[in-house]
């Protein structure tokens, strides 16, 4: 009988300390999912709290894909779903969710919030957010209260033989986008939509001896992207009524690669072709749209485009139509068209690189003699491969954003493609010298004229407070 006793309170004991230490790793994991987090926005540390995923999604690298979740705003929230109906669907899609409780700040507005959109993907890219380390660099998004994402939403099956680099890749991949829109919205919203500066590409590895995904789906590479350039942009387009996407960039391939097939490696450094890249650009705006309308977004659409996603976006906004250019891709029929476009320094049409030698297009005075032929002989050709030759009566009203001192080729392209415009009566407007060198806008009144001509544009609801 003592035996029995003494092993019965053994047992007895052994639960009770069990019950005890699974108490307490779950209270100091509660614990551990909440803190104080410094606004730049408010002024002061405002409450966050992370929530996992049971199902998490990662990244190539193992870390996790993550969406901060911006709430409680002093800005009217468009999707009608409660916060808690928003964050258990992210996390019913793998999502990890960092809440960001703003309690009703009144700085928390929209142009005051694009400074916390700016700090937060800083700090995602310095690898320490809130305590976490292991946030993807590549897939996380600064969600607005309402707002849902539809992430990797095919656009377009590149063709292995543009760029023929690397070698091993036969089989075309296909392109993405991402788009970020209220769920069951009050009223419907207009989309802007952008391409990537940063390229997603097919990899070989060579220690593997095999493609890797290592390098798809890097439209929202952090240190090349959002938190390179501090764009906020995109991400705080919600402020002012709008969606947004983000679509990988035409050229599926490493920047500075890319051949014409047996023709000598790395053509292509620094700049894309076409067909190819207007084919993917209109498939992009027709997969918009086609989603928009199960979204209960409006079909308008406005193109924002910095850098190499300016280069990209500015096929858009042309009227001319060319049957291989407007039947490749997805959604033929539906319209390609865009109703407005801000865009940055890029490349309009290749036959300007030669007006001052060695003004920073180095790259393309060099190469592109290489795949296009001698410019004197081939100047039709090299017209087709510049956005402005798709202008041809009309465009969509421009705004073109530039500092001077970046470098001087990029000024003259806009100088000429707003010529062209402006000849054909086309609204256009500039933003000059809002910052230094190749940069984003970034200040409040910078950002507002942005935010503004989209407004005008696309028609956005009145929901600011």
């Known amino acids: 009988m003592k035996y029995r006793s003494t092993l019965f309170t053994k047992q007895f004991f052994q639960k009770i300390i069990f019950s005890l230490s699974l108490f307490l790793l779950i209270f100091s994991k509660s614990i551990a999912a909440t803190g104080k987090w410094k606004s730049q926005t408010t002024g002061n540390t405002i409450t966050y709290k992370t929530t996992e995923s049971k199902n998490p999604l990662t990244d190539y690298s193992g870390n996790y894909v993550t969406v901060v979740y911006l709430e409680n705003l002093s800005i009217k929230k468009i999707g009608?779903?409660?916060?808690?109906?928003?964050?258990?669907?992210?996390?019913?899609?793998?999502?990890?969710?960092?809440?960001?409780?703003?309690?009703?700040?009144?700085?928390?507005?929209?142009?005051?919030?694009?400074?916390?959109?700016?700090?937060?993907?800083?700090?995602?890219?310095?690898?320490?957010?809130?305590?976490?380390?292991?946030?993807?660099?590549?897939?996380?998004?600064?969600?607005?209260?309402?707002?849902?994402?539809?992430?990797?939403?095919?656009?377009?099956?590149?063709?292995?033989?543009?760029?023929?680099?690397?070698?091993?890749?036969?089989?075309?991949?296909?392109?993405?986008?991402?788009?970020?829109?209220?769920?069951?919205?009050?009223?419907?919203?207009?989309?802007?939509?952008?391409?990537?500066?940063?390229?997603?590409?097919?990899?070989?590895?060579?220690?593997?001896?095999?493609?890797t995904d290592a390098f798809k789906d890097q439209r929202l590479y952090l240190p090349y992207s959002f938190a390179g350039f501090n764009d906020s942009v995109l991400e705080g387009a919600p402020a002012h009524g709008m969606a947004w996407a983000i679509a990988d960039h035409p050229k599926y391939c490493q920047w500075g690669k890319g051949k014409p097939e047996n023709g000598p490696n790395d053509a292509y450094k620094s700049f894309e072709t076409n067909p190819d890249a207007a084919q993917k650009?209109?498939?992009?705006?027709?997969?918009?749209?086609?989603?928009?309308?199960?979204?209960?977004?409006?079909?308008?659409?406005?193109?924002?485009?910095?850098?190499?996603?300016?280069?990209?976006?500015?096929?858009?906004?042309?009227?001319k139509k060319i049957d291989e250019i407007e039947n490749a891709g997805f959604h033929i029929g539906v319209s390609a068209d865009v109703q407005a476009a801000?865009?940055?320094?890029?490349?309009?049409?290749?036959?300007?690189?030669?007006?001052?030698?060695?003004?920073?297009?180095?790259?393309?005075?060099?190469?592109?003699?290489?795949?296009?032929?001698?410019?004197?002989?081939?100047?039709?050709?090299?017209?087709?491969?510049?956005?402005?030759?798709?202008?041809?009566?009309?465009?969509?009203?421009?705004?073109?954003?530039?500092?001077?001192?970046?470098?001087?080729?990029?000024?003259?392209?806009?100088?000429?493609?707003?010529?062209?415009?402006?000849?054909l009566a086309v609204p256009t407007s500039t933003l000059i010298n809002y910052g230094k060198g190749h940069a984003i806008p970034q200040t409040a009144s910078s950002l507002k004229t942005l935010y503004d001509f989209f407004k005008n544009h696309l028609k956005t609801p009145q929901i600011n407070r």
């Open 80 to 211: 009608r779903y409660s916060n808690k109906k928003n964050v258990n669907w992210l996390l019913s899609q793998g999502y990890r969710v960092i809440e960001l409780n703003y309690k009703k700040d009144t700085n928390a507005k929209a142009l005051k919030i694009n400074e916390d959109i700016i700090a937060i993907n800083d700090s995602i890219a310095a690898g320490n957010f809130c305590g976490l380390k292991n946030c993807s660099l590549s897939k996380s998004y600064v969600l607005f209260e309402g707002y849902r994402i539809a992430r990797n939403v095919s656009y377009f099956i590149d063709n292995p033989k543009i760029y023929n680099t690397p070698e091993q890749y036969t089989i075309g991949d296909s392109l993405h986008m991402d788009i970020v829109y209220p769920a069951n919205p009050k009223v419907k919203v207009p989309t802007i939509l952008s391409f990537s500066y940063s390229n997603s590409y097919a990899f070989f590895d060579d220690k593997k001896g095999m493609l």
């Open 281 to 319: 650009v209109k498939s992009a705006i027709r997969t918009l749209r086609f989603f928009a309308n199960k979204m209960k977004l409006t079909n308008r659409v406005g193109i924002f485009g910095f850098s190499r996603g300016s280069t990209a976006g500015s096929m858009a906004i042309g009227d």
């Open 342 to 423: 801000a865009l940055g320094p890029g490349v309009f049409d290749y036959t300007l690189i030669y007006n001052t030698m060695d003004d920073g297009d180095k790259n393309l005075e060099q190469r592109c003699p290489w795949v296009w032929g001698n410019l004197e002989e081939n100047r039709s050709l090299w017209e087709t491969m510049g956005s402005s030759f798709l202008v041809e009566k009309s465009a969509a009203p421009t705004l073109f954003f530039y500092n001077t001192d970046d470098d001087h080729y990029y000024a003259d392209q806009i100088k000429h493609f707003k010529n062209k415009l402006d000849s």
